[in-house]
């Protein structure tokens, strides 16, 4: 079973930073898509990175290039950490943050239907002030 827990949420101002975690337990799959999205009330949940387990390069939404930044520790396979760094930060990046895995896959250009993903954390919120 896999479990995503997802930490690093908080209040911050425009222009500051935060790094996002996402604590990975139960990846069997060597290769995994691992993605990063977010959400406000009353609008579609929004991919805005993902990476495949044990690869240095990430893909983003057109929304966040060169502000969001993707990387993963894995200590091994079945226990990896991810991170969502964002910089800075603006008004509308306030959202719920989630992180969401489709095991035994790789990203493809395609990665950001949600239904892709079999398993999602419990989001950590960013609030941005202006």
């Known amino acids: 079973q896999v479990h995503l827990v997802e930490s690093g949420g908080g209040s911050v101002q425009a222009g500051g930073s935060l790094r996002l975690s996402c604590a990975a337990s139960?990846?069997?799959?060597?290769?995994?898509?691992m993605a990063w999205f977010r959400q406000v009330p009353g609008k579609e949940r929004e991919g805005v990175a993902s990476?495949?387990?044990?690869?240095?390069?990430?893909?983003?939404?057109d929304s966040v290039k060169g502000r969001f930044t993707i990387s993963q520790d894995n200590e091994d396979n079945a226990k990896n950490t991810f991170y969502l760094q964002i910089d800075s930060l603006r008004s509308e990046d306030t959202a719920m943050y989630y992180c969401a895995a489709d095991p035994a896959s790789l990203c493809g250009w395609n990665w950001t239907p949600i239904s892709q993903y079999d398993y999602w954390g419990q989001g950590t919120q960013v609030t941005v002030s202006s």
């Open positions: 139960g990846l069997t799959y060597i290769n995994n898509c």
């Open positions: 990476i495949s387990t044990g690869r240095s390069d990430g893909r983003y939404a």
